[in-house]
């Protein structure tokens, strides 16, 4: 106990050099935080917009369907299978979808789109579609009417309460045309799908597409991305792998994965870079405070303090620096986390066309997860104890005459 009073005077002994080196390890711990905390914001906000909002973590098809995305490879809707899948630890929910391309007509513009038939109940669970209606309502179940992306509906000057034509060609070849009121029109985060995309219901689009009974997929909604590893496998088991598949959203949306792998290697070589760059002025520091304590540690030895608790001591004061400023540096980091999780930094001009061309939306989020503050407060004083090590060597090896006369 005296030990650690007697380490815990002496980081306050010297209040330059103790501010000094707590702050250089505050700063690491803020710019680690906040630049992990914006990676790792932006991959979920960019998994979020162009998988939980469309595709789904997991998705059950038909085994032909997902290499030409033909109406004509469809599965048949099973109530049993659906519970099945239900019924699999992890799994929220299972969605019922039917969806394909189709012409869209208002007026003298026309347009192609892509027209979702849904479970509006059910789908909303997952997408939570509802919330982004920005005029008129949202879907009732077997609703004749449809829901619009508001960039569609403002390409094509369409209002609630308007009515569109839609062509297409249904299952097997029909031809598949019908006009559609439109009950409300919401803003799709995704937004390559706020410009084409239709939603109806599902019983009302598979009238459409001549197609009762048929599904393009089953969306399974999984209570955690974390889940998927663990789905994913017990889901396959439930199938019958000679005409149904279960895909992951990394098969279904292999560019968005290596995107976010590549910019995540990116990221941890310039965390890297800044952990080198503030080890070697701890380690600078560390060594400037020996060479300024060799005649202490001296007359210290000299006068029977063992040098075995001469380093315990230097050690202690070493981690008691890398607490105060650590812990220091993720209060502030938590404060700039937390503004900027309440409020995305948008982005614009030709770094927004490059998101939108994958299909997300143009915002650095950042993320609030507890385990980015722990790594980074355990990294840098990780690299304070490393640092010290070059004390504990000198510690153990100096000779007390040179010491003393230093």
Do not use: C
Request: glycine letters at 8%.
């Amino acid at each position: 106990m005296e030990i650690v009073k007697l380490a815990w005077r002496n980081v306050w002994r010297n209040k330059r050099r103790t501010i000094i080196t707590a702050s250089s390890l505050m700063f690491a711990v803020i710019f680690g935080v906040v630049m992990r905390s914006m990676q790792l914001g932006t991959y979920d906000h960019m998994i979020d917009s162009a998988v939980r909002q469309y595709s789904g973590f997991i998705q059950v098809q038909d085994k032909a369907y997902w290499k030409d995305k033909t109406i004509d490879d469809l599965m048949l809707d099973s109530i049993g299978l659906r519970e099945k899948i239900i019924g699999v630890e992890g799994v929220h929910s299972v969605l019922p979808r039917l969806e394909s391309f189709a012409l869209i007509s208002s007026g003298n513009k026309t347009k192609g789109a892509f027209f979702q038939g849904v479970d509006p109940a059910l789908d909303d669970q997952m997408t939570q579609i509802s919330h982004k209606v920005v005029k008129g309502r949202f879907l009732e179940k077997d609703d004749d009417g449809v829901l619009l992306s508001q960039r569609l509906a403002s390409y094509l000057n369409i209002n609630v309460g308007d009515t569109i034509v839609l062509l297409s060609q249904g299952y097997h070849g029909v031809t598949a045309a019908d006009v559609f009121p439109v009950r409300g029109i919401a803003k799709i985060p995704n937004p390559k799908l706020d410009k084409a995309l239709i939603i109806g219901s599902l019983k009302k689009v598979q009238q459409f597409y001549g197609a009762e009974g048929m599904l393009t997929s089953m969306v399974v909604n999984i209570k955690s991305k974390g889940d998927i590893e663990d789905v994913l496998p017990k889901v396959r088991e439930l199938l019958n792998p000679e005409h149904l598949v279960a895909l992951s959203w990394t098969e279904m949306n292999k560019e968005l994965k290596q995107q976010i792998d590549s910019d995540n290697g990116s990221g941890i070589i310039m965390l890297a870079i800044l952990y080198i760059v503030i080890f070697f002025g701890i380690l600078g520091t560390i060594i400037m405070m020996t060479a300024e304590r060799k005649k202490e540690f001296g007359v210290m030895v000299a006068l029977g303090m063992h040098r075995y608790y001469l380093a315990l001591v230097v050690l202690l004061e070493t981690i008691f620096l890398g607490f105060v400023g650590a812990l220091t540096g993720a209060l502030l980091s938590s404060f700039i986390v937390a503004y900027y999780y309440r409020k995305p930094i948008r982005l614009d001009g030709e770094m927004a066309d490059v998101y939108e061309q994958f299909g997300i939306e143009p915002v650095l989020a950042f993320s609030n997860d507890f385990g980015i503050f722990i790594n980074q407060f355990w990294v840098v004083l990780t690299l304070l104890i490393i640092a010290v090590i070059y004390s504990l060597i000198k510690i153990s090896s100096f000779k007390i005459i040179n010491a003393l006369h230093s």
